[in-house]
């Protein structure tokens, strides 16, 4: 079932705290360049399903990817389908009013709930977005180990920008 259109991108905790578990559809692009909707399937809402993303405008990501884990923005072809994960579904909402689809694990994993290379092949992509309930098994933990971080790792990116990961806050609900 189709649940929405629009630009896919997550906060930035997603990526810091290595959880990959929440994202949202909005209208404009991760540089802020260019309508989005998205209609959560309540019935939906603590089930199992597999959501995944069908490409309807295709752009350059102005994303850096993750150097902690070595992934990075890729660019989709128009109509591509790029798998999200099967995952229980939740909502959350953003401050900036957005409501944010939850994919977690059934294992209880506090870090990649999702893998995070469909995110990035996805990230500032319009896409159409469907979710349908499965007995699929679920998502495995991608081939990521998380960072062990006492606190605070910081990345330099090369372009004078970093990245930061933390440690704990992986788990639970959206901070945005």
């Known amino acids: 079932m189709k649940v929405g259109h629009g630009i896919f991108m ?12 929440v994202f949202y559809l909005t209208a404009r692009t991760y540089d802020d360049k260019v309508s989005s ?3 959560f399937p309540r019935a939906l809402e603590g089930r199992r399903v597999r959501v995944y993303a069908v490409v309807t405008e295709s752009r350059n990501s102005g ?4 150097r902690a884990i070595g992934v990075y923005p890729s660019r989709p072809e128009v109509g591509e389908r790029v798998e999200i994960g099967v995952g229980r579904l939740g909502e959350s909402r953003r401050a900036e009013g957005e409501v944010a689809v939850v994919l977690q694990p059934a ?9 995070p290379r469909p995110w990035y092949r996805l ?14 098994a679920f998502s495995p933990a991608p081939p ?12 330099a990116n090369g372009d004078g920008s970093f990245q930061i990961v933390t440690s704990g806050g992986g788990g639970g609900r959206e901070g945005n």
């Open 107 to 115: 294992d209880g994993r506090a870090h990649f709930w999702c893998d």
């Open 144 to 155: 990521f180990a998380p960072i062990d971080a006492d606190g605070l790792m910081v990345f």
């Open 10 to 21: 997550w906060g930035p905790r997603e990526r810091q705290t290595q959880r990959y578990g």
């Open 63 to 66: 994303h850096a990817g993750d």
């Open 123 to 136: 990230h500032d992509q319009t896409v159409d977005l469907y979710v349908e309930e499965t007995n699929e």
């Open 37 to 39: 909707n998205l209609d």
